[in-house]
């Protein structure tokens, strides 16, 4: 989807993850000639950092071997048949005891009760001690395989698969739920990736994926949303508390004679929130209260009447935002609800229909895709605009967004609408079915509108990005960023048009002409554009 | 007392029971020195007095340890609180909690209540200062209704004393 993705990121499977960590082991077990466990239990150490662990146990390796906790020579069992557990202080026979290469013996039993208490006890595991509390051998994994329950085995194993990702800062976790694979991101800049289970998420925050704002901003507006402030906000603005019972009411327009609801029933003014019995003909009629009115011309309506105003303004401008951007989160969950679709029933069925077969129906699928993406970056544009306080770039930066709005709708429309023509079943015939050649101009359409909207989106995320001031130079095809002066809207918009369909000269006769609105290049035999149906000239 | 209403306490494992028996024989056969069991039959709940060592700021004076075992002694770590009077000490709260590592997070199963016990002798005699920790007001006021003190997140952030 969008520009190139190359290898800035690679998604790890469980067994990609293994995979890595076994060959990391095996480097290092060959390298400093040591055994697979003492390996891994050093790369643990070292955050699975080869090269640190490498320079140090080679500078120094008794120190390295002391702080990790790695005897050099394995005790050999003591010479006495009969041993004491250290821990039960029973007697048993020294084929039935352990130790972690040190000369402290316990019972197995008791060494399964001691990891699984720390295996228990979370991820410290991997790091756990010979049970003397003077002595800091290493229990290594072969002890573990050796003497734990086989479930305690299991946690053990899948701490270690966690740590190798949780302890480097080059990999993490797929946020989306149930699922199990890790991203490691491999260049710097653009954050957004997308994961084998097709969650796309910024590597950076972890929150989904947010092109064109940056994480502090999606941080602020999640906070913003949730917070228990706005719906304060709202009471404030919108209600006023009962002046006799204190409970806060809700004026849903109409006139200005409230009825607080039983069982308090006091009837008053909405304005003055005096007794209405005092109100008549002495306070401006029945329903109007010059006592509000002439105090707030005057300016003496008291600090708690500006306050509210203030805060409905401020909530009514969030409120815009706010709207916009939720639903076009719920037309995103709608779109990628119908790309599902699209691939389980509706190629099969127009394969059916047209015998087109379903890998010549791919312009559907990255239709929709397109859709699923720009609906993310249009609704992470309404956060862009909610923070964005320069009136100058509000006003471009408005224009823009409204151009975008207006392109995917009309890509969307096109998807949902013009498609069912070509699905719905005319079991009595009443009309004839759609032929190829007019399927064929669909999928002309269709395909010229997702690489249109794709082309508007990626140049309108990375002007925004940008921050809206470099938007002259990158149309101009410069990489200059210290272009100050704010372009107008019609040399920008210009200039994105050429930036995205380059001309190589003026007579187009012989490669078609762009469309002025949707840039889509029509065929020089037509007058009118095939996508958005704009006249030429 | 803090002791006395500890959440529902589970009776002792057999690998308790059997591993506890074996501690105060040997205890019957070599107490440490300056600690004294009190003779009960409760196996799960030891009383012990301690007299503070000649020639330290707590010498002569006795006070009382009491030890509590949960279910899986000795892979979990007893609970151990001074009866009140506690000792005046700058880890050891008014209510009788002790700040001491190895009663919590740095527990094994390789230590006794012998261990614990001298262990918790020499915090006493290394003492330079006959005072209450800094936060012992508000650490106490936060566990009342009998707050164990192994449910308390310790800091041990002194290791002089």
Redesign the interface.
């Known amino acids: 989807m969008f520009g190139n993705y190359g290898q800035r990121y690679i998604v790890l499977t469980e067994k990609d993850i293994n995979e890595r960590q076994e060959e990391d082991i095996g480097k290092v077990s060959a390298v400093l000639s040591i055994r697979r466990e003492e390996a891994c239990v050093l790369l643990h150490h070292y955050k699975w950092n080869i090269s640190k662990l490498s320079d140090e146990w080679f500078a120094d390796e008794e120190k390295v071997r002391d702080i990790v906790g790695l005897l050099l020579n394995g005790i050999d069992l003591p010479n006495s048949r009969k041993l004491t557990c250290?821990?039960?202080?029973?007697g048993y026979s020294s084929d039935v005891m352990s130790s972690a290469g040190c000369d402290?013996f316990?019972c197995h039993?008791?060494w399964e009760?001691?990891i699984?208490?720390a295996i228990s006890d979370g991820p410290g595991c991997l790091s756990l001690r010979c049970?003397?509390?003077s002595c800091g051998a290493m229990v290594l994994q072969n002890m573990i395989n050796k003497l734990a329950k086989d479930d305690d085995k299991v946690r053990y194993a899948r701490f270690i698969l966690r740590a190798y990702v949780e302890d480097s800062k080059k990999t993490k976790w797929c946020p989306a739920p149930d699922c199990t694979c890790a991203v490691e991101f491999v260049s710097d800049g653009n954050y957004d990736v997308s994961c084998n289970c097709k969650f796309s998420f910024c590597w950076n925050c972890t929150e989904e994926a947010h092109r064109p704002v940056n994480c502090e901003t999606v941080s602020r507006w999640i906070l913003k949303n949730s917070a228990e402030s706005e719906n304060m906000n709202w009471i404030l603005a919108n209600s006023k508390p009962c002046p006799k019972c204190k409970r806060p009411i809700e004026k849903n327009q109409g006139c200005m004679h409230m009825t607080c609801t039983p069982p308090c029933k006091f009837e008053f003014c909405w304005l003055c929130l005096g007794s209405w019995a005092e109100h008549g003909e002495r306070t401006g009629g029945f329903y109007a209260c010059n006592r509000y009115e002439s105090a707030k011309k005057e300016g003496v309506y008291d600090e708690t009447e500006a306050r509210r105003e203030r805060a409905k303004n401020s909530l009514e401008r969030y409120m815009h935002y706010y709207e916009r951007w939720a639903s076009n989160q719920t037309s995103r969950q709608k779109a990628q609800a119908d790309l599902q679709k699209a691939e389980k029933e509706q190629l099969a069925k127009l394969t059916d229909v047209f015998g087109i077969p379903e890998t010549q129906l791919k312009f559907i699928i990255e239709a929709w895709s397109q859709i699923i993406e720009c609906r993310r970056v249009l609704k992470w544009t309404y956060a862009y605009g909610y923070y964005l306080d320069d009136k100058v770039k509000s006003e471009f930066f408005e224009y823009l967004q409204g151009e975008a709005e207006s392109g995917l709708e009309r890509l969307h429309q096109c998807a949902e609408k013009d498609l069912q023509s070509f699905l719905t079943v005319r079991s009595d015939n009443t009309e004839p079915a759609p032929s190829i050649a007019e399927f064929g101009d669909f999928r002309v359409k269709l395909a010229g509108l997702t690489s249109v909207t794709r082309n508007y989106f990626e140049n309108l995320v990375q002007a925004l990005e940008a921050g809206l001031e470099d938007v002259h130079s990158t149309a101009q095809g410069t990489t200059s960023s210290n272009a100050t002066n704010i372009p107008s809207k019609k040399a920008v918009t210009k200039g994105k048009t050429k930036k995205q369909l380059p001309r190589t000269s003026s007579d187009n006769s012989d490669e078609g002409w762009p469309c002025e609105r949707c840039t889509f290049i029509n065929p020089s035999s037509v007058d009118a554009c095939s996508v958005c149906d704009k006249h030429r000239y | 007392m803090t002791s006395s209403s500890s959440p529902s306490r589970k009776a002792l494992s057999k690998i308790a029971c059997n591993r506890l028996q074996k501690e105060l024989a040997e205890w019957q056969v070599s107490p440490p020195s300056g600690f004294k069991y009190r003779v009960s039959d409760n196996l799960q709940r030891w009383v012990i007095e301690v007299t503070g060592a000649a020639g330290t700021l707590y010498a002569g004076e006795t006070y009382q340890l009491q030890v509590d075992f949960p279910e899986h002694y000795p892979m979990e770590a007893p609970q151990v609180i001074f009866l009140n009077p506690a000792p005046m000490h700058p880890h050891i709260y008014s209510n009788g909690h002790i700040c001491l590592d190895i009663l919590y997070d740095s527990w094994s199963p390789a230590m006794t209540v012998s261990s614990v016990c001298i262990s918790i002798l020499s915090m006493l005699s290394s003492s330079p200062a006959k005072q209450r920790p800094q936060d012992n007001d508000r650490y106490v006021r936060n566990c009342r209704n009998g707050r164990s003190p192994k449910e308390t997140r310790w800091w041990f952030h002194d290791d002089k004393v």
């Not at chain 1, 250290?86 to 029973?90: D, L, M, T, V």
């Open positions: 250290g821990i039960c202080f029973e402290h316990y039993e008791c009760g001691y699984s208490a049970p003397d509390p």
